[in-house]
């Protein structure tokens, strides 16, 4: 299975975020993925971690810990390290919902026409709780909303988003160094110009929020940076450069019955994979059943019909392998809750 297995190579670059940076680190290396290149790029820290990092190194393709050019140089070094065929970074105070890069995948090697891909939306709490997950229908990004602004209302969930090297290269190859803020924004630009961007219903990573990150705290700079990257793009579109704007695919919708053999099938011919840590699956879906019924007490039947179905399925994509199992829990966890109301 594993040469079938696409290589997924992960970039995390750090500077001093050792509060956070150990779950990050967890939350890739516990995918248990068996074919994974994962490089850790640190600015030269002083805080503690370089020690998280050792205590990790055996398991990572590379590391550094020195002074570099930037997030998104850092970004940039660690992918030259790499030769995998999806690719994908990851902030330090971040991290990925499990299962993620087998959904990713999954997907990938299913549907060839899929050349960047990003999941449903969630958030992580400073303490690493789920936080809140995006309730409402799948949004659909397109090359002409993110021309007009789209960005503003909803953006392109970063930790969410991989894509094929194919593309990385077709793109350029590189992040751009001259950023501070808005770097993602910008190769979300450059991808838009070749391939549309697929949604899929799953939980793949989320974005921690803890109020210290650059994009809060200089929320200003990132915007203004966003909208001068975005006006270049539509002058290149005036003048009739990389004109086409290609319509939004339609939400990648999920087999879980067939993700579930797949799954399986991957931990029978793996089942003593190298390394197995962290599994926050139970906490996910607490946190969604909460949501679940928090809906019922505001009466919100419509939306609580439309996340029930998300919910039982997001489940299902994130929990062992023994999906039934997890689908029950689900289930016996919303009745126990419905009850408590």
């Known amino acids: 299975?594993?040469?079938?297995?696409?290589?997924?190579?992960?970039?995390?670059?750090?500077?001093?975020?050792?509060?956070?940076?150990?779950?990050?680190?967890?939350?890739?290396?516990?995918?248990?993925?068996?074919n994974l290149e994962y490089v850790v790029m640190d600015g030269g820290s002083t805080d503690n971690s370089v020690a998280i990092i050792r205590k990790y190194e055996k398991y990572l393709t590379y590391w550094q810990s020195k002074p570099d050019g930037g997030q998104y140089q850092a970004i940039d070094d660690g992918f030259r390290r790499t030769t995998g065929e999806i690719m994908a970074w990851l902030n330090s105070d971040d991290k990925y919902h499990h299962h993620a890069f087998f959904k990713i995948a999954w997907l990938f090697s299913r549907c060839k026409e899929i050349e960047w891909l990003t999941g449903r939306h969630s958030y992580w709490g400073k303490s690493g709780e789920l936080l809140d997950?995006?309730?409402?229908?799948?949004?659909?990004?397109?090359?002409?909303?993110?021309?007009?602004?789209?960005?503003?209302?909803?953006?392109?969930?970063?930790e969410s988003t991989f894509w094929r090297r194919t593309l990385w290269e077709r793109a350029g190859g590189c992040l751009r160094h001259d950023l501070d803020y808005a770097g993602d924004l910008e190769l979300w630009t450059r991808f838009y110009r070749f391939a549309p961007l697929h949604v899929a219903d799953h939980l793949l990573g989320g974005y921690r929020k803890h109020g210290n990150q650059k994009a809060v705290l200089h929320l200003d700079h990132y915007l203004a940076e966003a909208e001068r990257v975005v006006a270049a793009e539509r002058e290149l579109l005036a003048n009739n450069e990389f004109v086409e704007l290609l319509p939004a695919p339609s939400p990648v919708r999920v087999s879980y019955g067939e993700f579930a053999v797949y799954l399986e099938d991957v931990h029978t011919d793996h089942p003593g994979h190298h390394y197995r840590h962290g599994d926050s699956s139970d906490h996910v879906i607490d946190s969604l059943v909460q949501r679940l019924v928090e809906m019922r007490r505001t009466l919100d039947y419509s939306r609580l019909r439309r996340f029930k179905r998300a919910v039982f399925g997001l489940a299902l994509s994130i929990c062992s392998p023994a999906m039934q199992a997890s689908l029950l829990r689900l289930r016996s966890r919303y009745a126990e809750m419905k009850k408590m109301s």
Request: aromatic residues 8%; negative net charge; contains cysteine.
């Open 1 to 34: 299975m594993i040469n079938k297995l696409p290589k997924i190579s992960i970039v995390t670059p750090s500077f001093n975020q050792g509060e956070f940076l150990e779950e990050c680190i967890d939350s890739v290396l516990s995918q248990n993925y068996p």
């Open 133 to 158: 997950v995006l309730v409402d229908d799948l949004p659909c990004f397109d090359r002409a909303g993110h021309l007009n602004g789209q960005y503003m209302q909803i953006s392109i969930q970063q």
